[in-house]
């Protein structure tokens, strides 16, 4: 079975400064999907990034980026130039491609405070 | 294009009742994906369906709990006799195929078992 371990329940950071959340996971598989999902204070769950185990260049959206380390099973997050919005609980999730692709195994989550 | 919808957004329920959670996926989405989370914990998985048809249920508690997806009209997680225990908040997310298909989550309901 998979799991997703996160092992920051909670971090801070000043706004406009850089912050990594950190995420290992385990899995027999060597093709499968990695999420980092926001859960603002709204609860509303919200992607934030996706990455696809076969590609090695990491994925970028803005300014969220993650260091995909595939040996290692390390997927981490960085946000740079934080901002207060960014105040959340993140949660790594996992996916293999085999046949039950669809089920999605999240981590415990780290909440993000970004201060002012 | 509207998100995944869920209603009610916050229900409370007193140990008895039965609870009912509708889910209606984004236009043109046919996989229907129900999730609960725990407090202080991260999302687990209950079931998958699609249209009609449940694909797999094997997050769900063998007792109680049930869910459909009809070919009119929403999905239905159904909690029949609710316990404290089953206070949460429960997500659906809907993507329109499996596998590579990012799923896209509603914005959940939180059910209070008093």
């Known amino acids: 079975a998979q799991t997703v371990t996160q092992s920051q329940p909670e971090m801070s950071v000043q706004e406009a400064e850089t912050v990594t959340l950190s995420c290992t996971y385990d899995t027999s598989e060597n093709n499968y999907y990695l999420f980092w999902y926001k859960q603002p204070p709204s609860r509303q769950m919200i992607l934030v990034i996706r990455?696809?185990?076969?590609?090695?260049q990491n994925a970028t959206e803005n300014r969220f980026s993650v260091n995909f380390q595939k040996a290692a099973k390390s997927f981490s997050l960085k946000i740079s130039d934080s901002q207060l919005g960014d105040t959340a609980m993140y949660f790594c999730?996992?996916?293999?491609?085999?046949?039950?692709?669809?089920?999605?195994?999240f981590g415990k989550g780290t909440l993000l405070t970004v201060n002012p | 294009n509207a998100g995944v919808m869920q209603n009610p957004r916050h229900l409370v329920r007193r140990r008895g009742q039965e609870a009912r959670l509708r889910c209606s996926p984004m236009?043109?989405?046919?996989?229907v994906y129900w999730y609960r989370q725990l407090p202080e914990e991260g999302l687990k998985f209950m079931v998958y369906l699609q249209k009609e048809n449940i694909i797999d249920e094997s997050g769900m508690p063998k007792e109680r709990f049930s869910a459909e997806f009809p070919k009119e009209g929403p999905s239905i997680l159904r909690i029949q006799q609710v316990v404290r225990g089953d206070s949460a908040a429960y997500f659906c997310?809907?993507?329109?195929?499996?596998?590579?298909?990012?799923?896209?989550f509603g914005p959940g309901t939180r059910l209070l078992v008093l």
């Open positions: 997310a809907s993507s329109p195929g499996t596998g590579r298909e990012t799923q896209y």
């Open positions: 999730a996992f996916s293999n491609s085999g046949g039950s692709n669809y089920k999605l195994t």
């Open positions: 236009k043109g989405h046919s996989h």
């Open positions: 990455q696809e185990a076969y590609k090695q």
